[in-house]
């Protein structure tokens, strides 16, 4: 029983060791870190070029893997987004003026799998610090270029215009680095000799300039427009005249035309009316006539069907009659008739009968005395 114990206490210890030693070794990170193993090398498709290369690490991104003793190591490569503060001196514009200029430019690793393997392979030992230093050198060496090409005016008036071109010519060289540019942006651009303050004080000239300018226009506009409102008002005024009697002749033209219209409409109504009426007493009186037809030949079929029905009586009373005069007269005198005929007959037969009886019994008797 104690060395059962022993035994389930010994695996249970076991279990435990185990158990600690593989948490110890499974490592994981958040959604913005991914983990670098290295240690082993191992075949995979390059998401470019679609060949298939041979590296000694793989990449796990937001998640966790188990890390095997002595054979692999683990490092942790931050997605995050980087600040970087982007400061030129006195670089020379295409006129020949020297300016400064100060920007702000977020960049970060790209999240495919290529920019991934690159940047692991390139910054995966220099932490952020050298990210920042590497990204920062090329976009200040861009943005001396691209000063270098322009004026200070189009610097200053179009400044984003002037950022876009700093990322469309960093960004490919960032690229190629794993890193993308999130944003960039111009903070402050000066020089040294006053020529943007130069440009200002020209321009605040050219403003007042224009001020005065446009006040004197616009008063001379407000005068133009107050004639021309004038003007317009008295033609508009001569205008509403005219049209109001315009208005009225035509008014006055339509109250007549609709007058002739309704006198017109009376008069072949009170025709229609007459008509109809005349119409309605000629149907009226014909009606009468026809009713008058239909009531007296009514009348008269009902006095033939009345005289109809008395010659039916009449007719049933002679045959009730006839019925009468043979049960009482004429069947009694048949019926005498035939006793009589059949008395008679019976007579004749029983003489007939009677006569051959005797001739039969003398010629009987005359064989007899013969014999």
């Given at each position: 029983m104690f060395e059962a114990i022993l035994v389930a206490v010994g695996m249970l210890f076991v279990l435990l060791v185990l158990a600690g030693f593989y948490a110890s070794r499974y490592k994981k990170v958040g959604p913005n870190q991914v983990l670098v193993v290295s240690g082993r090398r191992r075949a995979y498709v390059h998401p470019v070029t679609g060949q298939k290369e041979v590296v000694g690490f793989r990449v796990v991104k937001g998640g966790g893997t188990f890390i095997l003793p002595v054979l692999e190591r683990v490092d942790i490569l931050s997605m995050e987004i980087l600040t970087i503060e982007v400061e030129v001196r006195s670089v020379y514009t295409v006129q020949g003026v020297p300016v400064h200029v100060d920007g702000v430019a977020q960049i970060k690793i790209r999240g495919d799998d290529a920019s991934i393997y690159t940047a692991a392979e390139q910054f995966l030992s220099k932490g952020p610090e050298g990210i920042v230093y590497v990204a920062h050198e090329t976009l200040a060496g861009h943005l001396r270029a691209i000063l270098g090409m322009l004026t200070v005016e189009e610097i200053y008036k179009d400044r984003d215009a002037f950022a876009q071109k700093v990322l469309e010519v960093s960004g490919g060289d960032l690229a190629n680095m794993g890193l993308e540019i999130v944003s960039f942006v111009i903070k402050d651009i000066r020089d040294d000799k006053e020529y943007l303050e130069s440009l200002g004080r020209?321009?605040?000239?050219?403003?007042?300039?224009?001020?005065?300018?446009g006040e004197a226009e616009a008063q001379r506009d407000a005068t133009i427009a107050q004639a021309n409102a004038a003007r317009d008002a008295t033609i508009q005024s001569a205008l509403a005249r005219q049209l109001g009697e315009t208005a009225k002749y035509q008014a006055e033209t339509k109250i007549a035309s609709a007058q002739k219209d309704y006198r017109v409409q009376k008069a072949q109504y009170d025709e229609s009316a007459n008509r109809s009426e005349v119409q309605a007493e000629l149907a009226r009186t014909l009606q009468e006539k026809i009713t008058n037809q239909e009531i007296k030949g009514q009348e008269i079929q009902i006095e033939v069907v009345s005289k109809q029905k008395q010659i039916e009586v009449q007719e049933q009373e002679v045959q009730r009659r006839t019925r009468e005069l043979?049960?009482?007269?004429?069947?009694?005198?048949?019926?005498?008739?035939?006793?009589?005929?059949?008395?008679?007959?019976?007579?004749?037969?029983?003489?007939?009968?009677?006569a051959l009886g005797e001739a039969a019994a003398t010629r009987a008797r005359g064989e007899g005395e013969a014999e």
């Open positions: 020209t321009r605040t000239a050219e403003v007042k300039r224009d001020a005065v300018k043979e049960a009482t007269v004429e069947k009694p005198a048949a019926a005498e008739r035939y006793r009589i005929e059949t008395l008679a007959s019976a007579k004749k037969y029983q003489t007939e009968t009677e």
